[in-house]
Nanobody, 123 residues
């Protein structure tokens, strides 16, 4: 089992920045690819970013490419999502997730999920 706890969400004005953190505990964090997803009210959960277990490769949704950066610190069992140039359409609950196999854009391929953290971007 892997337990994931997100933090760092909040209210920010458009154009601002936030950094989300996801702290992992339980099984060996460095064995897992990690991902960030988000879900806005009335919408399906969507892929945001993912990172390999080494941190050597990252992948992003087109909607956040160039604005968001995913990173990880295996010594701290933590994955981050730096979000810059935020837009009102980025408003959502953001979830981190762990995948035992490979980084993926598909939510059903993730094995463990956090509870989520709310990000609200005002215009």
């Amino acid at each position: 089992q892997v337990q994931l706890v997100e933090s760092g969400g909040g209210l920010v004005q458009a154009g601002g920045s936030l950094r989300l953190s996801c702290a992992a505990s339980g099984r060996t964090f460095s064995n897992y690819a990690m991902g960030w997803f988000r879900q806005a009210p009335g919408k399906e959960r969507e892929f945001v970013a993912t990172i390999t277990w080494t941190g050597g490769s990252t992948y992003y949704a087109d909607s956040v490419k160039g604005r968001f950066t995913i990173s990880r610190d295996n010594a701290k069992n933590t994955v981050y999502l730096q979000m810059n140039s935020l837009k009102p359409e980025d408003t959502a609950v953001y979830y981190c997730a762990a995948n035992r196999v490979v980084p993926s854009r598909l939510s059903h391929e993730y094995d463990y999920w956090g509870q989520g953290t709310q990000v609200t971007v005002s215009s």
